[in-house]
């Protein structure tokens, strides 16, 4: 069983900067493709970035692009999202979600996923 937890949000000014984690249980997090997603209340779920497990080649969806950037530590099974220049449409609940099969944009792509961390961002 694997499980996701996520870490690192809060509230914060246009402009500022967060850091998120996911933390991820199993001895095999180097396999798994991990996926950042997040969700506006009366919004669908959106891609926000994915890194793969083999290689560590990442993406990003274009509205995040030059101000997200995910990174891992297989060491630590952590995942981070450094979300910099953030901007009020930023705000949302984030979810971390992985596959050791997949890197999809679609969150139904995704077996396994955290319970979420609030990020609001006020102007």
């Known amino acids: 069983q694997v499980q996701l937890v996520e870490s690192g949000g809060g509230l914060v000014q246009a402009g500022g900067s967060l850091r998120l984690s996911c933390v991820v249980s199993g001895r095999t997090f180097s396999r798994y493709n991990i996926g950042w997603f997040r969700q506006a209340p009366g919004k669908d779920r959106e891609f926000v970035t994915a890194?793969?497990?083999?290689?560590?080649?990442?993406y990003y969806a274009d509205s995040v692009k030059g101000r997200f950037t995910i990174s891992r530590d297989n060491a630590k099974n952590t995942v981070y999202l450094q979300m910099s220049s953030l901007k009020p449409e930023d705000t949302a609940v984030y979810y971390c979600?992985?596959?050791?099969?997949?890197?999809?944009?679609?969150?139904?792509?995704?077996?396994?996923w955290g319970q979420g961390t609030q990020v609001t961002v006020s102007s």
């Open positions: 890194i793969r497990g083999s290689g560590g080649s990442t």
């Open positions: 979600a992985a596959d050791p099969a997949v890197v999809s944009f679609s969150p139904y792509e995704y077996n396994y």
